[in-house]
Every structure is written in C-alpha cells, then in structure tokens.
C-alpha cells in the first residue's frame, strides 16, 4: 500500500480517515473478543 496517497486521501476527505479509523477499532475489539473466547 502507497504510504503517500492514503494520507493524501486523508487530508483530501477526512470522513474516509472517519471510516478507517472506526473500521480499525472494529477489527481490534473483534480480535480481542476472538482472544478471550479461545
């Protein structure tokens, strides 16, 4: 993945930042739920 051009869309549209951010929250609390289930 190309560094530059995801902050470049970043800055360009901060709700895409929005949507990444939560998404990366989702995956982290879905991983840690995973970890205590096992």
Partial sequence: ???HK???EINENPV????L???GMK????SIRYEERS
């Fill in 27 to 30: 995956s982290a609390t879905s």
């Fill in 21 to 23: 951010v939560v998404s």
């Fill in 1 to 3: 993945m190309n560094r």
């Fill in 6 to 8: 995801v902050d470049q």
């Fill in 16 to 19: 895409r930042r929005t949507q």
